[in-house]
């Protein structure tokens, strides 16, 4: 520091070019430097998501969620590791610390969930792995509230508001989380399942074979090519009480 502080002394003319030429370069470096709104982060954090379709919290966490997470703990590099387990559906997180490729790291989970593929119950679907992607994170949130139903608020958000905000350009997506959509609950009787033999699977079958529409070709006639379908697509909720097993 001594030394440096002589040679300002003595030679104040290279000192005084010295500080110019790092006032220059620092100026030039910090106009060009890059800014953006959303940086593009790439955390190594890994989803393992496993549906199994009716099945309690407690049976998700014992048969899909502790496998899963007793298989994917033996990988190296591991931050942190949790997991949710809700009727149906088994959620594992794992966060890799920050110097892990995500793809390498989604690759091993892969692998090792594959080992335990064929251990997880039958009824389960297969499992989900998914990199935490930050561009897919929401950059908008909209609230809407209004003095009517919930399902007609629901009607006006992805009638009205959705649509509009997907036809901007460059929006990838746009969800609708807490309406209400129409849906129809068939209860099943166990007594008379039993009494007739008939399992939950064959009711299933029953209802997806017998409330459809299907394609049934085309018809030429002279002039005119006509398209025909079958009409099948129960429309009346008292009409579900019609269908044969």
Do not use: Y
């Not at 003319?13 to 060009?32: H, P, Q, R």
């Not at 309690?56 to 298989?71: W, Y």
């Not at 997180?93 to 594959?114: C, G, S, T």
């Not at 007594?191 to 939950?200: E, Q, S, Y």
């Amino acid at each position: 520091m001594q030394k440096l502080a002589e040679i300002c002394v003595r030679r104040p003319v290279f000192a005084t070019m010295i500080i110019l030429s790092l006032t220059v370069v620092g100026a030039f470096s910090f106009f060009s430097l890059g800014v953006d709104l959303f940086p593009k982060i790439d955390f190594p954090t890994i989803t393992i998501t496993v549906v199994n379709p009716g099945a309690s919290p407690r049976e998700i966490e014992t048969e899909i969620t502790d496998q899963v997470e007793a298989t994917v703990n033996t990988i190296s590099g591991i931050d942190e590791l949790r997991s949710t387990s809700v009727e149906g559906v088994a959620q594992v997180f794992v966060q890799f610390l920050l110097d892990k490729d995500a793809d390498v790291a989604a690759q091993e989970i892969r692998d090792k969930v594959n080992l335990i593929a064929g251990d997880l119950p039958e009824s389960a679907e297969d499992p989900i792995i998914q990199k935490l992607d930050t561009d897919a994170a929401p950059i908008l949130r909209v609230a809407v509230s209004a003095d009517k139903s919930l399902r007609e608020v629901t009607d006006i958000a992805d009638k009205e508001i959705k649509e509009r905000i997907e036809s901007i350009n460059g929006v990838g997506q746009v969800q609708i989380l807490g309406g209400a959509t129409r849906e129809i609950h068939v209860w099943i009787d166990p007594d008379k399942m039993r009494a007739f033999n008939i399992t939950v699977p064959d009711v299933v079958a029953a209802v997806r074979a017998q409330n459809m529409e299907v394609p049934g070709g085309r018809v030429d006639e002279g002039a005119r090519e006509l398209t025909v379908r079958t009409m099948g697509r129960i429309t009346n909720p008292a009409d579900f009480n019609n269908i044969a097993v």
